[in-house]
């Protein structure tokens, strides 16, 4: 297991991906993963990485628990945010919202993508 930080894994992984090394990209996701398993951007890496490689139930699998997490931690910051005293759709003094709803409609369109249920 590398000691180097989470996010600069996450970095190689994604790199890997983006190189066309999906089989390298799929270790190092699932290394990520192993260290922090409800890291979103790492399953949510891992899914691309499987879609590429022509694995659609892997991807559906990782998208899936990518969005899970995704809508756990928007429920987390908007319950933060209204205890703070916010009210309303978006808290605008934390960009958190606002990544977590993204990454909730991305995963549920690639897992449409995927022929898997994005609801």
């Known amino acids: 297991m590398s000691t180097l930080p989470t996010t600069e894994r996450v970095g190689r992984a994604w ?4 190189d066309g090394n999906n089989s390298e990209a799929i270790r190092l996701f699932e ?6 398993p409800e890291n979103v951007d790492a ?3 891992l899914g691309l990485a499987h879609k590429a490689d022509g694995n ?8 899936q628990k990518a ?5 756990q931690a928007l429920h987390a910051v908007q319950t933060t945010s209204h205890i703070e005293g916010h009210h309303g759709a978006n808290d605008l003094d934390s960009n ?6 993204m990454l909730t409609r991305m995963l549920k369109q690639r897992l449409e993508d995927v022929g898997g249920d994005g609801s």
């Open 31 to 36: 290394e990520v993963i192993g260290a922090n």
């Open 67 to 71: 969005l899970n997490f995704a809508q």
């Open 15 to 18: 790199r890997a991906h983006r």
């Open 56 to 63: 659609n139930s892997a991807s559906i699998a990782a998208f």
């Open 43 to 45: 399953h949510y890496g």
């Open 96 to 101: 958190d919202d606002d990544r977590f709803m």
